[in-house]
């Protein structure tokens, strides 16, 4: 699908505010309802408005500590990948989890309600997890910036 510039208005308002209505959201982009919510689905239908979330602040819930933890796994060990991708999808600690290059082989988001929590999980689960080599975990401090938008990448000079 060719975006245009109405295209890219509707995404940032909807990367702004998901539950904008489209009464609104038809204002804010200068078309009328029904033109708008066309548009909308044709996004959606094209999968580049892949779904609509809630954001929910871990600290407002208890989870205090976040960490970025990267992992490093032993390649002689039997099915390796699927093993550890398998107890990645248990673990409710895991808040992201994706695959790199470099040294490690997973870097993960985990969030605990403190540090006992969190030594509980690296300990008890991660570190015995089968193919698991070594494990090197950063704290963060704070965030800088989250939930950035893509559109500034389509606008930007090639």
């Known amino acids: 699908m060719q ?5 890219l208005k509707i995404l940032a308002e909807l990367s702004r505010d998901g539950r904008i209505s489209n009464q609104d959201l038809a204002a804010q982009v200068a078309l009328s309802p029904s033109s ?5 689905r044709l996004l959606e239908e094209d999968g580049i408005v892949s779904g609509y979330r809630c954001e929910i602040d871990p600290k407002r819930l208890g989870l205090e ?11 002689d060990v039997d099915q390796w990948h699927e093993r550890f991708v398998e107890s990645v999808l ?55 910036k989250s939930g950035g938008s893509l559109l500034g990448l389509l606008e930007s000079p090639r």
């Open 3 to 7: 975006l245009d510039k109405t295209d």
């Open 36 to 40: 708008c919510l066309r548009r909308v």
């Open 65 to 75: 500590v976040e960490a970025l933890v990267q992992v490093s796994m032993r390649q």
């Open 90 to 144: 248990s673990w409710p600690e895991v808040i992201a989890a994706t695959i790199v290059t470099g040294q490690a082989n997973y870097i993960l988001t985990v969030r605990a309600r403190d540090l006992t929590h969190y030594s509980e999980f690296i300990v008890n689960r991660l570190y015995k997890t089968p193919g698991v080599m070594s494990i090197n975990s950063n704290m963060v401090l704070g965030t800088v």
